[in-house]
């Protein structure tokens, strides 16, 4: 396989070069290309874009299509979707009559421009990646970029009623579950349709909300793709308006751009640099929707995953994953619907045998909203399990809120969240294999596959972060304040707006203090939703540094904007004069602080998985929110643990709204000591590896389950600063050291050393050296190899 790839690209590399480049783009009446190996291409001038057959998997099959042709990917920009599948020794041809023309090996035609007249001249590969079909004046009679696949370029410009389908898979070009289209209103929406393909039933998930009043006359929308990734909806007035917000901005002008409608729905801007020094790859520049699981959640429809499936949001993506029980109906198709193993039957279930038939899978926080039969209420978890168990329609049964929600199949919009108080029964037949056995067995070797590319990839991706940092630190600001200036037309914040007087009441008088910080105290507090009451924790700040209600509420509304499962939510605020108050979801497990520090040490799984949640919440705050954010004061005291102890990140944003970033003084250095990075000591500029350092210290101390700084002065010499133990230990290959009486530490010896590792990469005194958090969290879990990490402070004597 590898061996035709490379042959492949071989070949596109050498032939045209010799053959073709000389042509500047022309292609005369008459020219053909075959679909093999061998086959030439058709350049654009400065030989950007290249026009031919392209063999997108190791099958005997071809894609006629256009792409970069200067980058390795050779990614696609454009191809001919036509649902014959095309064979090896099938032609195109430019035709006089009909223009181009695909046909197979027997001469059957497959796809045609069709349109042209008699007045065709020549072809021409333009640099912008447009193939046009010229006619004598010089006119275009067809362009490539009215007929768009799933993906827009610079310069290209959509009438309302175009439409972009994703394709099946990264390899599979059929069309996907997944549309864009460009509504004559001049909305702009993403739209998912169900499984099996049906027509009518198409979910919008995505709405840009560009449509203006219908009487204002200013129809004539345009969609354009700016310059720097940039996508505008421009209207007859020359208003325009953006979509997506970029989470960073290191792009120049001259790097390649392109929008793609990806398989798994998520419209995405990237950038790559044009210039190949190496092992660069596509950066994502913004996408939309934030978050597709809950977004493609509707009455029908299977969401953003098939039937039976359960959706999770990882990086912003949707990951779709069978629940135990359930196999995926077609296996080359990860994001399509899940099989029940065993369904419940009515014939079966005689005289109370339904215990001794049917058992549960049981899910914490899993649900498929929208898709209940019956709904009981009030129940109990024993009551709603029971319920289903001898119910013979109730596949699953979902208990929440003292309600009991009963489900036939297929369930439909499953996603999960950690903070769902929700617990699912899924029902199985115990005379099937049991879960768990049988279904995730590809599992590991998908992991397997995955460890071996991106180890391949290992040295490009370390590069290209440094480079987007580098880039990141210096759009920072830039971008910053672009955001603030534009009012996101979708950044639907569901922050809700306080009075003090509620907030008085709902903390009984700010009585029960939770904790202090530096910027105020934090109470505890209680709300009635709906009926119920649920606990909150409010910030009181004592000093805010915007002092306009506007740059007050901005701030407030980027953190709000924010949505992954190991961040705290803020829920809404308060903002009457002085009284500024920050309300928040109360986390019941209270602080990693006291968690960690107790004797005996808290599990090591437990303790791995609060260390990969927090580098995912990090992860997500440096690189997939829509305006970047250095939390600052990365510490023990600030994660806290919610009710099935995932790791939330809490007080992110708050350097920003207490200004104090920027000031780099000794007396006012923001964060904490022991777990500041050097670079505050240092007239450099901040960036967000100053909490890698910070992760790096909190990872230490939850592997070691001690804090930082041990001010015991009794100890062994070069005992009392975690850091400093920690690199000796690893030098003279103690690690066990490291966790004395920690049996299942002990144990695990190959995540204890690769978690050793991480950290010390992370606190490395030279920022430059630190991994970017993203790289940290696959070195975590184990997706990207570990080197072994040099000495953290090479210039201490
Ligand atoms: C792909 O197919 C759709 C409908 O089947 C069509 O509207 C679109 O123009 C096709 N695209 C190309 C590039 O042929
Ligand atoms: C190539 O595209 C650019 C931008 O649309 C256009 O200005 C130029 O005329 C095109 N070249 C040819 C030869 O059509
Ligand atoms: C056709 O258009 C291209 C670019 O727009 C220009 O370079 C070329 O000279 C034109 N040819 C004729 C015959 O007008
Ligand atoms: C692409 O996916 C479709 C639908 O799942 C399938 O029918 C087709 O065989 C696949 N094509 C290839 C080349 O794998
Ligand atoms: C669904 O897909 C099948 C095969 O892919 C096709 O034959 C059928 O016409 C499609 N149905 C609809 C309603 O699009
Ligand atoms: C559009 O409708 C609004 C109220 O319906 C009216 O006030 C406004 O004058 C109308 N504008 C035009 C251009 O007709
Ligand atoms: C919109 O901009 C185009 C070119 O920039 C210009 O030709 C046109 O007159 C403008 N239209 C309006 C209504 O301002
Ligand atoms: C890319 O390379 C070309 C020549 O090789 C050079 O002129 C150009 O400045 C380079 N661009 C960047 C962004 O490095
Ligand atoms: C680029 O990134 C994509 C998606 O993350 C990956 O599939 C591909 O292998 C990468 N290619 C290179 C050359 O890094
Ligand atoms: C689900 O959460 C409950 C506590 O609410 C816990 O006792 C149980 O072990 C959890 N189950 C799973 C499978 O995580
Ligand atoms: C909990 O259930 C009650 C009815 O029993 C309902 O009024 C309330 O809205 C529910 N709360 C939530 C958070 O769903």
């Known amino acids: 396989m590898a061996y035709t790839f490379f042959h492949l690209i071989f070949f596109i590399l050498l032939i045209p070069l010799c053959s073709l480049a000389q042509n500047n783009g022309i292609v005369p009446i008459g020219s053909i290309l075959t679909a093999n190996e061998a086959s030439n291409t058709w350049l654009s001038p400065s030989g950007d874009f290249a026009f031919g057959f392209q063999q997108p998997d190791d099958k005997d099959l071809f894609l006629l299509s256009i792409w970069y042709h200067n980058i390795p990917q050779k990614t696609v920009v454009w191809y001919v979707n036509s649902s014959d599948s095309i064979p090896r020794g099938s032609t195109v041809k430019l035709d006089a009559q009909i223009g181009l023309v695909l046909r197979d090996p027997q001469g059957v035609q497959l796809w045609s421009t069709n349109a042209i007249s008699d007045q065709l001249d020549h072809g021409f590969m333009n640099d912008t990646g447009n193939f046009v079909l010229?006619?004598?004046?010089?006119?275009s009679l067809w362009e490539s970029f009215s007929f768009p696949a799933d993906t827009i370029l610079p310069l290209q410009e959509l009438e309302t009623g175009s439409v972009l389908n994703s394709r099946q898979s990264e390899?599979?070009?059929?069309?996907?579950?997944?549309?864009?289209?460009?509504?004559?209103?001049?909305?702009?929406?993403?739209?998912?349709?169900?499984?099996?393909?049906?027509?009518?039933?198409?979910?919008?998930?995505?709405n840009s909300q560009t449509s203006k009043p219908t009487n204002t006359s200013n129809s004539g929308y345009r969609l354009v793709f700016g310059s720097r990734g940039i996508i505008s909806?421009?209207?007859?007035?020359?208003?325009?308006?953006?979509?997506?917000?970029?989470?960073?901005?290191?792009?120049?002008?001259?790097?390649?751009?392109?929008?793609?409608?990806?398989?798994?729905?998520?419209?995405?801007?990237?950038y790559h640099p044009r210039n190949f020094t190496g092992n660069q790859n596509w950066t994502v520049l913004w996408s939309e929707p934030d978050d597709i699981c809950s977004a493609a959640a509707a009455e029908t429809g299977s969401g953003a995953c098939g039937y039976n499936s359960i959706c999770n949001l990882v990086n912003g993506r949707p990951a779709c994953e069978c629940p135990d029980g359930y196999t995926l109906l077609d296996p080359n198709d990860k994001s399509g619907s899940c099989m029940p193993n065993s369904t419940p039957s009515c014939d079966e279930v005689e005289q109370g045998t339904a215990g001794e038939l049917y058992d549960f899978?049981?899910?914490?926080?899993?649900?498929w909203p929208k898709s209940d039969y019956q709904i009981m209420r009030p129940s109990t978890e024993i009551g709603c399990r029971e319920a289903c168990l001898h119910d013979c329609f109730c596949a699953a049964a979902i208990f929440r809120n003292n309600t009991c929600y009963k489900k036939k199949l297929p369930l439909?919009?499953?996603?999960?969240?950690?903070?769902?108080?929700?617990?699912?029964?899924?029902?199985?037949?115990?005379?099937?294999?049991?879960?768990?056995?049988?279904?995730?067995?590809?599992?590991?070797?998908?992991?397997?596959?995955?460890?071996?590319?991106?180890?391949v990839l290992l040295g490009s991706s370390f590069f290209l972060n440094i480079l987007l940092i580098v880039a990141a630190c210096s759009g920072f600001y830039l971008i910053y304040k672009k955001n603030m200036v534009k009012s996101r037309p979708n950044g639907a914040t569901n922050l809700r707006y306080f009075t003090y007087k509620e907030l008085v009441e709902a903390t009984n008088g700010?009585?029960?203090?939770?904790?202090?910080?530096?910027?105020?105290?934090?109470?505890?507090?209680?709300?009635?939703?709906?009926?119920?009451?649920?606990?909150?924790?409010?910030?009181?700040?004592?000093?805010?540094?915007?002092?306009?209600?506007?740059?007050?509420?901005?701030?407030?509304?980027?953190?709000?904007?924010?949505?992954?499962?190991?961040?705290?939510r803020l829920l809404g605020f308060c903002d009457e004069g002085q009284n500024r108050l920050l309300v928040y979801e109360y986390m019941r497990?209270?602080?990693?602080?006291?968690?960690?520090?107790?004797?005996?040490?808290?599990?090591w799984k437990l303790r791995t998985q609060i260390a990969m949640g927090i580098a995912r919440g990090l992860t997500y705050l440096h690189e997939e929110c829509s305006t970047q954010i250095i939390h600052c004061d990365i510490k023990p005291q600030n994660i806290l643990l919610d009710d099935y102890y995932n790791a939330r990140i809490s007080d992110f944003g708050m350097a920003k709204l207490l200004a104090m970033n920027q000031s780099r003084t000794l007396t006012n250095i923001r964060g904490t000591k022991g777990y500041v990075a050097p670079e505050w000591f240092r007239n450099t500029q901040v960036t967000a590896k100053v909490d890698v350092y910070s992760f790096g210290v909190l990872l230490l101390e939850i592997i070691c389950c001690r804090r930082s700084v041990e001010n015991i002065e009794s100890v062994e010499e070069g005992y009392a600063i975690l850091t400093d133990w920690v690199w000796d230990c690893f030098q003279e290959r103690r690690l066990d050291t490291l966790v004395e009486n920690d049996s299942e530490a002990l144990n695990d010896k190959m995540m204890l050393e690769r978690f050793v590792k991480v950290g010390i990469w992370c606190v490395q005194e030279d920022s430059s050296i630190r991994p970017t958090m993203r790289k940290v969290s696959q070195m975590l879990e184990g997706i990207v190899e570990v080197m072994v990490p040099p000495c953290p402070s090479p210039f201490a004597s």
């Open 134 to 139: 010229k006619g004598r004046d010089n006119s």
């Open 171 to 206: 390899t599979n070009f059929s069309q996907g579950r997944f549309s864009l289209q460009f509504l004559d209103n001049g909305d702009l929406v993403l739209t998912a349709r169900s499984l099996p393909n049906t027509t009518y039933d198409d979910v919008v998930y995505y």
């Open 233 to 270: 909806i421009v209207n007859s007035n020359n208003q325009t308006e953006q979509i997506g917000s970029p989470t960073l901005f290191p792009p120049v002008a001259e790097d390649y751009f392109r929008a793609t409608l990806d398989s798994d729905g998520i419209l995405a801007s990237y």
């Open 361 to 367: 899978v049981v899910i914490n926080g899993t649900d």
């Open 412 to 455: 439909s919009n499953g996603w999960t969240r950690g903070i769902l108080n929700t617990v699912a029964f899924l029902k199985y037949r115990k005379s099937d294999a049991p879960p768990g056995m049988e279904g995730p067995s590809s599992r590991p070797k998908d992991r397997e596959t995955l460890i071996v590319v991106e180890s």
């Open 510 to 568: 700010f009585k029960e203090e939770l904790g202090r910080g530096s910027f105020g105290i934090v109470y505890k507090g209680e709300l009635q939703i709906s009926s119920k009451s649920s606990g909150i924790a409010v910030k009181k700040l004592d000093r805010v540094a915007q002092d306009t209600e506007k740059e007050f509420r901005a701030e407030v509304n980027t953190i709000g904007q924010t949505n992954h499962k190991n961040l705290v």
């Open 589 to 603: 497990n209270g602080t990693l602080s006291s968690f960690l520090f107790t004797t005996p040490k808290p599990s």
